[in-house]
Structures are given as structure tokens and as C-alpha cells.
């Protein structure tokens, strides 16, 4: 049987699909909190690994924007976050709403919350209504005990997706105290 997580994957892959139709949206719009961060070898500071020559390189690698915000993610969900800053950095477009969300997100696990709200905020200011960025923003405000502005989240992301989606299910447990490992 499916889960709500694919479900939700699969509503947010077709709304994404229908706004780049209409020239809007973040251009790496992948659902989920589930990565394969730790699959990927660990690399020196500074560089990230290129599965194309399976070497850690520069980070100006060869690799293009999709591979770097994947592997930034992947690492990243596995807290593996500076590795998954490196990665995150060298994506050339940095007005994208998921690499700021995902920066934001590394930001915020390794402690810099205010700069990972500042990062939230920015991809907000792109996508409002990316469900991902609204989960991990009312997740800090729950990390640092403002559940009016967490549970405000939690109703912005069930305008867009209800109260089954997986973001929505992940920040109800945070605001009740019971967040998933992620």
C-alpha cells in the first residue's frame, strides 16, 4: 500500500508540472523528507562528490544545478549538513525556493536559526505556498517554543494540501512534541 508521502509527491510533482507550465515555481521541486545523503561518500571541506567521475572534486565541478541541489538535499536529510552546504553553494541559481529551503533547513540543524529563518523566509518570498519550506519554518518556530507562529504554518500548509499530506502530518508532531527524525 502507498503511503501519504507518495501521494503527496505525487500532487506536489503534478502542481509543480502545472506551474512551470505557466513559468512559475522552483525548478527543483522534490517532496519528501526521506534522502540518500548517506550513500554518498564523504568528500573533503570544500569539495562535493561528482558520481559522474566518482571523485570528490571543487565544488565548481562539472555537475549542474538539478545534481547539486539533489545531492545538497540528500545530504542534508541525512545531517550531513556542511557537506550539504558545500553542495547547496555551488548551485549557481540561488533564488531558487528549494536550494534557499534547503539551505535554510542545513542552517537550522546546525544551530544558526536565524539564518536559516532568513533563508525560510526568502524561499517564501519566491513560493509562498511551497508546503516543504512552511513545515521546516514552523518546525524551528516549534525547536524554539513559538507554537502560535508554528501552528500558523500548520494552517497555511493545509490551504494548499490538507491535513494528510506529509508536511502537514510532520509539523503536527512537532508542534506536539513528537517530531520525526529527519
Known amino acids: 500500500m502507498r503511503s501519504a508521502r507518495y501521494y503527496a509527491s505525487i500532487a506536489q510533482a503534478g502542481a509543480f508540472v502545472i506551474a512551470c507550465s505557466f513559468g512559475a515555481g522552483s525548478a527543483f521541486a522534490i517532496s519528501g523528507s526521506s534522502g540518500s545523503g548517506g550513500s554518498t561518500p564523504s568528500c573533503p571541506k ?28 540528500d545530504l542534508a536529510l541525512a ?18 525556493a528549494m536550494v534557499l529551503t534547503m539551505i ?3 542552517k537550522r540543524k546546525l544551530g544558526n536559526y536565524d539564518e536559516g529563518l532568513a533563508y525560510y523566509q526568502r524561499a517564501l518570498a519566491i513560493e509562498p505556498n511551497n508546503t516543504n519550506t ?17 501552528k500558523a504554518e500548520l494552517v497555511k500548509i493545509s490551504a494548499v494540501c490538507g491535513t494528510t499530506c506529509e508536511q502537514y502530518q510532520d509539523l503536527a508532531k512537532a508542534i506536539a512534541g513528537k517530531p520525526d527524525a529527519d
Do not use: F, M, P
Open 134 to 150: 512552511r513545515e521546516y519554518l514552523g518546525e524551528a518556530y516549534a525547536e524554539k517554543g513559538k507554537l502560535d507562529l508554528a
Open 104 to 106: 535554510g533547513y542545513s
Open 79 to 96: 545531517g550531513r549538513y556542511d557537506e550539504a552546504l558545500t553542495a547547496l553553494s555551488a548551485v549557481k541559481n540561488q533564488n531558487d
Open 46 to 73: 570544500g569539495e562535493i562528490y561528482n558520481s559522474h567521475s566518482g571523485k570528490c572534486e571543487k565544488s565548481s565541478s562539472g555537475l549542474d544545478d538539478k545534481e547539486l541541489y539533489s545531492q545538497g538535499r
